[in-house]
């Protein structure tokens, strides 16, 4: 194996186990009550089930979705640098019952304006014309599916996407989402996220670049401000104990990479307990 090989299983352990942006769980102390809950729960019958409150009926959620514009690029980036582990992907998806499960509410939208669905960004999967592609990314305690619609003729993991990548990506703008990583509590937060940038710049992910706590308006001034300023710390009442950044991932998605601590995470476990004994009421 080569020096350079052995430098980046370095870097790529480090990075895992530094923490890379998973965690088991937001929940200190509340694992004796989360095996009663399950327990009580688990009494009753299919059809008491079919009865009992939304919230009963479900188990949590099993995963978040983010449409990429280049699917190898962003598979790198969750697995080799986060950490992620692949669970399976699938693809090739075409077909009047996807086209129908996934772009109905559009097709209408469209039909309502009078355009044709492609100007607002629909695509044509019913005839095969382009095609969606899946990757499923376990993290300890969620998983991400990586999507990409693309054009028939495009190999699966290609960089180029059925629909142009949305440029504003402001956090600011309804319905815009992000995904948030759980750093372990005895993780150094300001060296994570300055080895993140540094990982993910020696891929030419020129995109993932984490906000800082002081005011810059160049990214000149952004890569001078001190280490101090990668984590925001939070004190005030009630989100005492929260420590995060802000920071855009290689596909231009917004990230948030926090620690819960202290009070707030007392709260969160206070929360879920609760959860916990309303669900199996």
């Known amino acids: 194996m080569t020096d350079e090989a052995d430098t980046d299983i370095g870097r790529r352990t480090l990075l895992q186990t530094a923490g890379a942006a998973v965690a088991t769980s937001l929940v200190v102390g509340t694992a004796t009550d989360a095996r009663a809950a399950t327990q009580d729960a688990g009494t009753m019958s299919p059809a008491q089930r079919d009865e009992a409150s939304l919230g009963a009926r479900l188990q949590g959620v099993q995963h978040f979705g ?22 399976f992907r699938h693809g090739d998806f075409q077909g009047d019952g ?18 044709n ?40 993991g290609s960089a180029k996407s ?44 020129t995109q993932v670049r984490a906000n800082r706590t002081v005011r810059v308006m160049t990214e000149a001034d952004r890569k001078a401000a001190p280490r101090s300023a990668n984590t925001n710390r939070v004190t005030a009442e009630p989100s005492n104990g929260w420590e995060l950044i802000y920071c855009k991932g290689p596909e231009g998605e917004q990230l948030e990479f926090v620690k819960a601590l202290g009070p707030v995470k007392q709260r969160f476990s206070e929360a879920l307990a609760k959860r916990q004994q309303t669900i199996v009421r």
């Open 162 to 205: 059925f629909a142009e990548p949305v440029e504003h990506m402001s956090p600011a703008f309804p319905r815009m989402m992000h995904i948030c990583f759980y750093v372990r509590d005895d993780v150094d937060f300001n060296k994570f996220i300055a080895d993140l940038e540094t990982e993910s710049a020696r891929r030419g992910m």
């Open 66 to 87: 983010l449409t990429v514009q280049n699917m190898e690029r962003a598979y790198q980036f969750y697995t080799e640098v986060l950490g992620g582990t692949e669970v």
């Open 98 to 115: 996807v086209q129908n499960t996934l772009l109905a509410d559009q097709e209408i939208e469209a039909n309502a304006r009078g355009v």
């Open 117 to 156: 669905p492609r100007t607002i960004g629909v695509p044509d999967l019913r005839s095969g014309a382009q095609r969606l592609d899946v990757r499923f990314i376990q993290f300890d305690n969620m998983v991400l599916e990586l999507l990409q619609y693309r054009e028939a003729d495009q190999p699966m």
